[in-house]
């Protein structure tokens, strides 16, 4: 497995040809009555082509603001990236944006998501952030995945990503 930084002209949609967003969900977790609950939640979680569009113009966006875009390649295919937003937020929490996260679902369960996580906790440590901020799917999957990272609940919730996907978990994890 090769992890890179990527430049702004590497970003467009023939890098991600190899790359399976594909991911069965069963269960979530979900907040009723002030409280975390796993709820059956069935649904398919792919990427139209119109996602991939705007995905694009994200990941050029963080680059182009600085922020951190790293991929993991095996045999020359993208099969894992992670994006990290420049510019402090959150006050004395001193959060970073963590803004993707995903690993093809064929190398799924092989280290790379951990090591991407990793390589972005390092990166947001050197650009002056304490914690940064996840905004992660509520899959019960995912959640595994974050907890086992260390992850927390987000003690200060980033409005704009509560207003933009109400049911996704707000989380951090110390750098």
């Not at 970003?11 to 040809?17: G, K, V």
């Not at 190899?18 to 709820?39: A, D, L, Y």
Request: aromatic residues 12%; glycine residues 8%.
């Amino acid at each position: 497995m090769e992890y890179r930084v990527l430049a702004k002209d590497e970003i467009n949609r023939e890098l991600f040809l190899h790359f399976i967003r594909h991911q069965i969900v069963e269960k979530c977790w979900r907040r009723e009555g002030g409280e975390w609950v796993i709820k059956t939640a069935a649904f398919i979680d792919d990427w139209s082509e119109a996602d991939y569009q705007v995905l694009i113009g994200c990941l050029k966006n963080t680059v182009e603001t600085g922020g951190l875009v790293c991929g993991a390649f095996y045999q020359g295919e993208l099969k894992g990236f992670v994006s990290v937003e420049a510019g402090l937020f959150g006050g004395e929490e001193k959060y970073l944006d963590l803004s993707s996260l995903h690993v093809s679902e064929d190398m799924r369960s092989k280290g790379i998501g951990r090591t991407l996580f990793l390589t972005a906790k390092d990166w947001a440590k050197a650009h002056g952030a304490e914690k940064l901020y996840i905004s992660a799917h509520s899959a019960v999957e995912t959640q595994a995945f974050y907890r086992s990272m260390g992850c927390v609940e987000a003690a200060v919730y980033n409005q704009e990503h509560t207003e933009a996907e109400p049911y996704d978990c707000q989380m951090e994890c110390r750098v």
